[in-house]
Every structure is written in C-alpha cells, then in structure tokens.
C-alpha cells in the first residue's frame, strides 16, 4: 500500500445481501479499532464467492486466494524493522527431498484511527440508472456515510458524482460538520449512464488542490457499478488521463459493484496506481475492506516493494505458487509486490527440491521504500535447506497430464506430508485456488469432463480433513458451486 492513492471503489453487492450488508455496517463500527491481519487483496475471492456462472480464466488470482485470509505468522517487533520476513519449510526432516517453502510478510498493526496519517480524500461516486437496481445506490450511501463518521477534523474530503457527466458536490474541505456532509450524500439520485473518465478526472482535481500537504495521503474513492458508457469510454484512454496524477503522488485503487464492471480497466487502474483491487460480495466482503480502509489502507509502511530469491544451483525449483516473477536460469526469482500498509500478512510458496546434500541456503532479499523512516531499506534473510539421507530417490518436475494433476491420492500424499500446520493449510488453499483456475480454463475450452474429473480429488480431500477450517471451505464452496454448475449444464463437452 503507500503514502498516497487514489482508491476506486466499486462494490459488488448482490440483490440478496440487504440484511447481510446493513448488520455488517453496524457490526463495523462497533469493531472499527479492533485489531486484524489482512490480505492483501479480497478482489478474486469477492468476485468468484459472489460469482454463479464460472468466470473467465483472467479472473481468477490464485495469490488473492493465498492471502485473502490471516496468517499465522508473527509480526514486527519494537526494535525491528517495519516488514517482517519469516521463512519456514513444511517439513524440517523431509521424508524424500521434495519440500515447500513459506515465504511470509507482515507489517504491524495500527492501535486506533489517531495513528492514521491525515487523509485528503474524494468520494467519486457512480449516480447512473442502472445504480437503481437491486437498491445499491442506497446500499453505497449507506456505507460511504459509515466511511465519513469515522473522519477526523484534520481530514480534507470532497465529493463528487458522476453518471453522463461529472459534478462537484463538496469542495475539497476540512471535515468539520458531518451532518453537512451526510445530507450531501443522501441528496444523490440515480440518472444518466456512464462517464467514469469525467468522474475520475474531476475527483483528482479536487485531491490535486491540497496535494502540497505532504503529510496527508491523498486518494480517490470511486464507486461505479457499470461499463463505461458515455464520454471517454476506451479504457486505455482513462488509464492514460489517470497517470498524470498518479505520478504527483495520488495513487488507485479499484473495487466493483455489481456483474456488468468493466473489471479488466478497474485492475489496470488499480496496478498502475499502485494499489489494490477489490469487490464486495457480501458481509465478509464488506468487513474486510471497509475495515481495512480505516485501519490499514491508510497507514502505508512500505512502498515500491521488490523480493529476490537466490537459490542454490543445486536446488531444483518446480513451482513457484501465485505471483507474476522473473525467473533467471532458474536459480533467482524477482518479484515485484504491492504496496504495504499496517496490518498486513502475505505469503508466497516455493516448492522444489535437492539433487545432493550442501551446506548453502536460499536467501530471500526485500527492498522497500519505509514510509515511517523516509529511507531506502534492504533486509537479507537466510534459510538452510532440510536433506532426506533417501537420495536414491528420483525427483523430477511433475509431468503428469495436468487436467488431472489435482487427483485425490495423489493430493491427499502431497499435503499430508506437510508437518507445518500453517504450510499445509496454505499449501491446499493454494492448490484448491489452481483447480478454480484450471477449471475455469477447462470450461472456456468445453473440457467440461476434464473440469469434473480435476474437482473431484479436492473435494473429497478438503470435506473429509478440513470440514472445520473456514479458510479452506471458503474456497471449497466456490470450487464445489463451480462444480454444480457443470453438473447442471448435463452431457459432455468434451472432444
């Protein structure tokens, strides 16, 4: 996360979740300064839960399935520094040489909103028609006049509305009557179509008058249900207006609301402006961001986030879970992650294996930009790599027919041998987040047979050994509606 952003808000509420939502709200400000670790994003996870079709192959993020819950990992001490790396193998005496590594991130957690740095914000908000349905205009008052409760006299808000133009309703000001500005809100009515550049470009405008306080951050929050229908419509184009504020330091962030986003510029958008993607589908949805908003999204701690993997020549990667990388001869990884705010936790796994027994270590190396401390900071870290004396064992790089490589025994054998509680766990989320991936492949193909043949193995293995663990069976409910779904469709697809 980072000093500065611009967060585009866009919420996916579905036409069941009233209660659901309305009960969140309420839960949220009881719960407003109560301490959680986040992921890093919930964008993949809210769309495919709140999904009843089977999405597109590109809309599903297997990282954002790996961090979207808390991970038990421990956090910055007093005297360390703000990011915490903490390795860990899933086994420590491996049976057979093949093993996983954890690569974990936290940051440390804010105690109150006093420790949120001031926030010069916009509410961009999306007041088109089709903002009408399902009621989730009101729905979005309902939770932006939550958000504006809980701002302080130091804050700069403005708000503006858009549907087939854009219009400032609160100038960038001081909060000083949140009456004023809760009547503002709820004057908002539905119109027009879609001019997401016009809204945009004017909630930048209105952050850019106060961009010279620097100690503020300054963002954007954009809420929009739909396509972009009027005015500026190429998404490349609004990427493109966008930039030249991104780059004086006011920064994005994307979440969507409702089936209809444009959600492949909302991501563009979001990368480009150095932040995070997201929707909110239900009451989960909703506590996490709106808590996070609050409590992490706008205490940055480190910006401009690189992580480089050296591994020793003998060591032979076979797969590197999540995450785009650069890979050089197969022996150094670079990463490039995003931004990080307090309260946060992400992992990355890294599975491989040793050909002969040495005495060198992977050493992991993040640089960041530390907010707090204005500096560049490097740390180094080290791991030594656990041998099994079974060498006459053959291990290579899985070959197997991939539309199958998620079988039972064969996943059930991979997991178990996982000692790590907080490896294993995250390792089979990992894998349940493959098969959505490969299914949702398979299923744009026709490979409907092969769809069902892949799920069956997860299923059956996650029911039977973490019916109890919520994490797992969020996943396990989107893989098991996924499967629904083809089941319902009836005959085969396949060739």
Same mark, same amino acid.
């Given at each position: 996360m980072k000093n500065n952003f611009v967060s585009i808000l866009g919420i996916y509420f579905l036409k069941n979740y009233t209660t659901i939502f309305y009960t969140s709200i309420i839960y949220l400000c009881m719960m407003m300064n109560v301490y959680a670790q986040a992921g890093h994003s919930s964008g993949s996870m809210g769309r495919t839960r709140n999904n009843p079709s089977i999405p597109k192959p590109s809309e599903v993020v297997v990282e954002e399935f790996m961090n979207y819950h808390l991970h038990n990992l421990p956090l910055p001490e007093k005297n360390e520094e703000n990011v915490k790396i903490d390795l860990r193998w899933g086994n420590e005496k491996p049976k057979e040489n093949k093993n996983i590594l954890q690569i974990g991130f936290t940051t440390a957690k804010k105690n109150s909103n006093d420790d949120i740095m001031p926030m010069n914000i916009c509410l961009v908000i999306d007041n088109s028609g089709s903002m009408a349905e399902f009621n989730k205009l009101e729905r979005v008052k309902?939770? !932006?006049?939550?958000?504006?409760?809980?701002?302080?006299? %130091?804050?700069?808000l403005s708000i503006v509305k858009f549907s087939s133009d854009a219009q400032t309703i609160i100038p960038a000001q001081r909060v000083e009557t949140i009456d004023f500005i809760l009547q503002k809100i709820s004057e908002i009515r539905t119109e027009g179509g879609t001019n997401i550049n016009a809204g945009l470009m004017l909630g930048f405008k209105e952050v850019e008058k106060r961009i010279n306080m620097k100690e503020y951050a300054h963002r954007?929050?954009? !809420?929009?249900?739909?396509?972009?229908?009027?005015?500026? %419509?190429?998404?490349?184009?609004?990427?493109e207006n966008s930039k030249t504020y991104i780059d004086k330091g006011i920064y994005l962030s994307t979440m969507g609301v409702g089936s209809n986003v444009q959600q492949e510029m909302l991501t563009n958008l979001a990368k480009k402006g150095k932040g995070q993607s997201h929707f909110l589908g239900d009451e989960e949805d909703v506590e996490k961001v709106f808590m996070t908003e609050l409590q992490s999204l706008f205490s940055p701690v480190a910006e401009n986030v690189k992580v480089e993997i050296e591994l020793p020549q003998k060591f032979m990667m076979t797969e590197f879970y999540g995450y785009e990388h650069k890979q050089k001869a197969n022996q150094t990884i670079r990463i490039n992650i995003d931004n990080m705010n307090n309260g946060l936790t992400q992992i990355m796994l890294l599975e491989g294996y040793l050909t002969e027994k040495i005495r060198e270590n992977i050493v992991v190396n993040i640089s960041y930009y530390d907010v707090k401390k204005k500096k560049n900071i490097t740390q180094t870290h080290k791991i030594k790599i656990p041998f099994s004396k079974n060498e006459e064992k053959e291990l290579i790089q899985d070959t197997a027919n991939q539309d199958y490589f998620e079988g039972y025994d064969r996943f059930k054998s991979q997991s178990f041998e996982i000692k790590d509680k907080e490896v294993r766990k995250n390792y089979v989320i990992t894998k349940l987040a493959n098969a959505i991936k490969r299914t949702t492949e398979l299923t744009a193909n026709g490979q409907k047979q092969k769809a069902l043949k892949l799920n069956e193995g997860n299923l059956h293995l996650a029911n039977e050994y973490y019916g109890r663990d919520a994490d797992v069976m969020r996943v396990v409910k989107i893989l098991k509606g996924y499967q629904d779904v083809l089941l319902a469709r009836g005959g085969s697809s396949d060739d």
């Amino acid at each position: 996360m980072k000093n500065n952003f611009v967060s585009i808000l866009g919420i996916y509420f579905l036409k069941n979740y009233t209660t659901i939502f309305y009960t969140s709200i309420i839960y949220l400000c009881m719960m407003m300064n109560v301490y959680a670790q986040a992921g890093h994003s919930s964008g993949s996870m809210g769309r495919t839960r709140n999904n009843p079709s089977i999405p597109k192959p590109s809309e599903v993020v297997v990282e954002e399935f790996m961090n979207y819950h808390l991970h038990n990992l421990p956090l910055p001490e007093k005297n360390e520094e703000n990011v915490k790396i903490d390795l860990r193998w899933g086994n420590e005496k491996p049976k057979e040489n093949k093993n996983i590594l954890q690569i974990g991130f936290t940051t440390a957690k804010k105690n109150s909103n006093d420790d949120i740095m001031p926030m010069n914000i916009c509410l961009v908000i999306d007041n088109s028609g089709s903002m009408a349905e399902f009621n989730k205009l009101e729905r979005v008052k309902t939770a !932006l006049k939550t958000f504006v409760k809980q701002l302080r006299p %130091t804050d700069v808000l403005s708000i503006v509305k858009f549907s087939s133009d854009a219009q400032t309703i609160i100038p960038a000001q001081r909060v000083e009557t949140i009456d004023f500005i809760l009547q503002k809100i709820s004057e908002i009515r539905t119109e027009g179509g879609t001019n997401i550049n016009a809204g945009l470009m004017l909630g930048f405008k209105e952050v850019e008058k106060r961009i010279n306080m620097k100690e503020y951050a300054h963002r954007v929050i954009l !809420l929009t249900d739909g396509i972009a229908s009027a005015g500026i %419509t190429n998404p490349n184009q609004i990427i493109e207006n966008s930039k030249t504020y991104i780059d004086k330091g006011i920064y994005l962030s994307t979440m969507g609301v409702g089936s209809n986003v444009q959600q492949e510029m909302l991501t563009n958008l979001a990368k480009k402006g150095k932040g995070q993607s997201h929707f909110l589908g239900d009451e989960e949805d909703v506590e996490k961001v709106f808590m996070t908003e609050l409590q992490s999204l706008f205490s940055p701690v480190a910006e401009n986030v690189k992580v480089e993997i050296e591994l020793p020549q003998k060591f032979m990667m076979t797969e590197f879970y999540g995450y785009e990388h650069k890979q050089k001869a197969n022996q150094t990884i670079r990463i490039n992650i995003d931004n990080m705010n307090n309260g946060l936790t992400q992992i990355m796994l890294l599975e491989g294996y040793l050909t002969e027994k040495i005495r060198e270590n992977i050493v992991v190396n993040i640089s960041y930009y530390d907010v707090k401390k204005k500096k560049n900071i490097t740390q180094t870290h080290k791991i030594k790599i656990p041998f099994s004396k079974n060498e006459e064992k053959e291990l290579i790089q899985d070959t197997a027919n991939q539309d199958y490589f998620e079988g039972y025994d064969r996943f059930k054998s991979q997991s178990f041998e996982i000692k790590d509680k907080e490896v294993r766990k995250n390792y089979v989320i990992t894998k349940l987040a493959n098969a959505i991936k490969r299914t949702t492949e398979l299923t744009a193909n026709g490979q409907k047979q092969k769809a069902l043949k892949l799920n069956e193995g997860n299923l059956h293995l996650a029911n039977e050994y973490y019916g109890r663990d919520a994490d797992v069976m969020r996943v396990v409910k989107i893989l098991k509606g996924y499967q629904d779904v083809l089941l319902a469709r009836g005959g085969s697809s396949d060739d």
